[in-house]
């Protein structure tokens, strides 16, 4: 029978309690979002949905084609602009998806005989970047500039980029961005950097982790993106040198083939982006709550990861008993995330917790008190 191995996999995946379902959430959900990566709660944001539906109205509901062909409107080119202005990169480049910016910022910056050093930790987006990439990939211990160093040493001279997430979403711990351009720089290596949990969070305002640590401008750093976590909308951006985009333009394929950025998460975007602007200390606010969930999850006895973002990491007994600890708290209402294996490289089950800017003290309390009565 046609397809007869996806049976296969479908019973063993039962078998091993590792079935993904999809689970529509109501307009009005009444459970307290600890789940979502919406950090500075903008996602609803009177302003934010009014420039989702403004740029609807002006622009159409699509982008209508690819951004070589009709899928670039006015409006793209305004959020490029301010975002790289924003972050402090010279140019920006906006795709459909964080994920899209991801495999075309590392398939067109690793061509064939380069050299990929990747982070164990990395995103998939990442990984599944360096297997399409026609450079070779060296993966190497999770935040250890040494071993970046060793690996770039092996590379005989060839071009050579190092990939790593700016914070890693599992645990939400932050790369040791500013010693990984230094071994970088030893050996004329580029450094691309996946700000996806950083932008909005970290740095003045919210400017990211390329700002937090001097690298923002850098002629040999580039930065990726998400436009859907702090900036509630939907999409993606490569930031850096404006030669670096030009060559994305002209050669990668997820730019050049797929459809435009829809004019309503774009509109969105820059709405976002511009509200944070105005109000910076939501940055800060995000990073105060995390280190207050953080603070009060280990005084009630559970190990939590200590948060350099806004993802709080609390640490689980078993697979099982990580699914059925955030299906407890869902039915006491609170929506939490549950990472397992597969999708977490160290084989350790969590919750994965959002301390969100919007959330006030009451809604902590509420959050911990359910964490601790569910726990297993």
Same mark, same amino acid.
């Given at each position: ?5 996806i ?11 590792l079935?993904r ?9 009444p #459970?307290l ?6 950090? #500075?709660?903008?996602?609803?944001h ?7 539906a ?8 699509g ?15 305004? @959020? ?7 972050c402090?990169?010279e140019?920006?480049?906006?795709f ?12 067109? %910056?690793?061509p064939? *005989?380069?050299l ?22 060296? !993966?190497?211990?999770?935040a250890?500039?040494?071993?970046v160093?060793?690996?770039l040493d ?7 980029? !190092?990939?790593?997430?700016? !914070? ?6 932050a790369? $040791? @961005?500013?010693? &990984?351009?230094a ?5 004329g290596? *580029? &450094? +691309?950097?996946?700000?996806?949990? *950083? +932008?909005?969070? +970290? *740095?003045?305002g ?5 700002d937090a ?11 990726? !993106? ?5 900036l509630?909308?939907?999409g993606?951006a ?6 670096v985009?030009d060559?994305l ?5 997820t730019f050049?083939?797929?459809t435009? @950025?829809a ?6 975007? &820059?709405?976002? &982006?511009?509200? %944070? /602007?105005?109000?910076?200390e /939501? ?9 207050e969930?953080?603070? /009060?999850?280990?005084?009630s006895?559970?190990e ?10 609390v ?8 699914v /059925? ?8 209402? @609170? ?5 397992? $294996? $597969?999708?977490?490289p ?12 919007d959330?006030?003290?009451g809604?902590?309390?509420r959050?911990?008190r ?7």
């Amino acid at each position: 029978m046609a397809f007869g191995w996806i049976d296969e996999q479908a019973d063993a995946r039962r078998r091993a309690g590792l079935v993904r379902t999809l689970r529509p959430r109501s307009a009005d959900s009444p #459970l307290l979002d600890l789940a979502s990566n919406d950090y #500075l709660g903008l996602a609803r944001h009177p302003e934010v949905t009014e420039g989702a539906a403004e740029a609807a109205r002006r622009w159409g509901g699509g982008s209508t084609g690819s951004r070589l062909v009709t899928g670039t409107t006015e409006l793209h080119g305004e @959020l490029e602009r301010e975002l790289a202005a924003f972050c402090g990169f010279e140019s920006a480049l906006v795709f459909s998806s964080g994920y899209a910016a991801n495999l075309a910022a590392v398939t067109a %910056l690793a061509p064939h *005989g380069s050299l990929i050093v990747s982070d164990a930790g990395n995103h998939a987006s990442l990984i599944d970047g360096c297997r399409l990439a026609r450079g070779t990939t060296q !993966v190497v211990g999770h935040a250890d500039p040494e071993a970046v160093r060793k690996a770039l040493d092996t590379g005989g001279g060839q071009p050579a980029v !190092v990939v790593s997430d700016t !914070v890693f979403s599992v645990d939400g711990d932050a790369a $040791p @961005l500013a010693e &990984l351009a230094a071994v970088c720089r030893e050996s004329g290596a *580029g &450094l +691309l950097a996946d700000d996806a949990h *950083g +932008l909005g969070v +970290l *740095g003045d305002g919210g400017r990211g982790a390329g700002d937090a640590e001097g690298l923002a401008g850098a002629e040999d750093v580039v930065v990726t !993106v998400t436009l859907s976590k702090s900036l509630g909308s939907q999409g993606g951006a490569v930031l850096g040198p404006a030669r670096v985009i030009d060559h994305l333009v002209n050669s990668a394929r997820t730019f050049i083939f797929d459809t435009g @950025l829809a004019p309503a998460a774009a509109g969105a975007a &820059l709405a976002a &982006l511009r509200l %944070l /602007r105005r109000e910076p200390e /939501r940055a800060a606010r995000a990073r105060e709550v995390a280190t207050e969930l953080h603070a /009060r999850l280990t005084a009630s006895g559970l190990e939590a990861v200590r948060p350099d973002a806004a993802v709080v990491s609390v640490r689980a007994p078993s697979p099982e008993q990580a699914v /059925r600890w955030a299906a407890d708290c869902r039915a006491a209402g @609170l929506a939490v995330g549950c990472f397992r $294996p $597969p999708s977490v490289p160290d084989g350790i089950s969590r919750l994965r917790l959002t301390a969100r800017a919007d959330l006030t003290d009451g809604q902590l309390d509420r959050a911990v008190r359910v964490i601790g009565e569910t726990r297993p």
